[in-house]
């Protein structure tokens, strides 16, 4: 499913039952032996990533070193091509997960709006969502900078949020500088998520 928002589009799937079992059943191996951090960097906000302490998660890339996440990356790329064909994209790329990392959002926790603008395409994967635990919204990308503006605030191009309440086995995948964040965990669990970048590269042969 393609969200169409103003005019960026987001790429919106649940996972099928075999899919899941397998991104759940690898995830878990490494979570058995992760530490979580809080960086430095501000995006984070309170929450913790699976990274070294005062390591930036963009230098992580867990779905490319250490354990073989075969069944992860396969169905991360089949809902690549889906989400570039649904929007028109049918040009070879060579693809590249350029990073990649777990984030864990304990209760009272946040993320501040931010965007991954290094990247062509952001991914998250839902591993754990509670109830109240949060959505992940983004910013409209039609402000340019007008939100403080009165004669733009109430008009069809204010900054207006769209959130999208996440599930347990959700993929999104959006371009990597469209600002989004997850919103305050309410529940009383901590939700997890792992999140990938990925560069998409022309091959040559697309302008022979």
């Known amino acids: 499913m393609i969200i169409d928002f103003e005019p960026t589009p987001i790429y919106s799937e649940q996972l099928g039952y075999l899919d899941w079992r397998n991104f759940e059943r690898e995830l878990g191996v490494v979570l058995k032996e992760a530490t979580f951090s809080q960086p430095d960097t501000p995006c984070t906000g ?26 992860t990356k396969e169905f991360i790329l089949y809902n690549l091509r889906k989400y570039l064909v649904s929007i028109g994209s049918t040009d070879l790329m060579n693809i590249d997960i350029t990073s990649s990392w777990v984030v864990k959002a304990p209760p009272g926790s946040h993320t501040l709006v931010h965007n991954q603008g290094h990247s062509g395409i952001t991914g998250y994967v839902y591993l754990k969502v509670p109830a109240r635990s949060g959505n992940t919204y983004f910013r409209n990308p039609k402000d340019v900078g007008n939100y403080n503006n009165s004669i733009y605030r109430n008009s069809n191009y204010s900054m207006v949020d769209y959130d999208i309440k996440t599930k347990q086995g959700q993929i999104l995948m959006f371009p990597g500088w469209l600002d989004h964040g997850v919103s305050l965990n309410k529940s009383e669990e901590e939700s997890l998520w792992l999140v990938f970048n990925l560069e998409l590269i022309p091959r040559e042969e697309n302008y022979g």
């Open 46 to 71: 309170t929450t913790y990533v699976s990274t070294p302490e005062g390591e930036d998660p963009h230098s992580t890339n867990i779905l490319k070193e250490g354990f073989d996440f075969y069944r």
